[in-house]
């Protein structure tokens, strides 16, 4: 029996939603199978350079995933270090970061006063230029015929 056009929509929608049920439900057996094949083709390149030396692919094998290993366990280490330093001199950068803030409020405040200052300068530089120039030609202002 063929399809029509208006269940075609319907149809596909079903599949796209059983495609996505399913894959959700698959999630705990396909992210590790995933996770697996991508670290294969990740790996794959050190275990070949290593076999073109004359190491058998098995050592070869067993030397990448520590080295892997290793390069993973140090970066953490690090890593926990770093984060115990931060959080025993919590409170010592904290006062730091404070100090800086208000630092830049207070320039901030100065850097406004500031221009507001030049502003008042130059305005009333602008009026002392219009008065001169009233004073010294008044008769340009004035209307003809009055005195």
Do not use: C
């Not at 319907?10 to 495609?19: D, R, S």
């Not at 076999?51 to 070869?60: I, K, Q, T």
């Not at 500031?114 to 340009?140: C, D, F, I, Y």
């Amino acid at each position: 029996m063929p399809i029509l056009s208006s269940n075609r929509l319907l149809v596909g929608l079903q599949a796209v939603g059983l495609t996505v049920a399913a894959l959700y439900f698959a999630q705990p057996v396909l992210m590790p199978l995933v996770t697996a094949i991508l670290l294969t083709f990740l790996l794959r390149p050190a275990t070949v350079a290593l076999e073109r030396h004359y190491v058998p692919r098995v050592l070869a094998v067993i030397l990448v995933s520590f080295g892997v290993l290793a390069g993973v366990g140090s970066t953490g280490w690090v890593l926990t270090r770093q984060l115990h330093e931060l959080a025993l001199h919590l409170d010592e950068y904290r006062g730091h970061m404070r100090a800086k803030i208000e630092r830049v409020r207070n320039s901030r405040t100065k850097a406004i006063e500031n221009l507001r200052m030049k502003r008042r300068a130059e305005k009333s530089q602008a009026s002392r230029v219009a008065r001169s120039r009233h004073q010294q030609r008044p008769g340009l202002l004035r209307r003809p015929g009055s005195l």
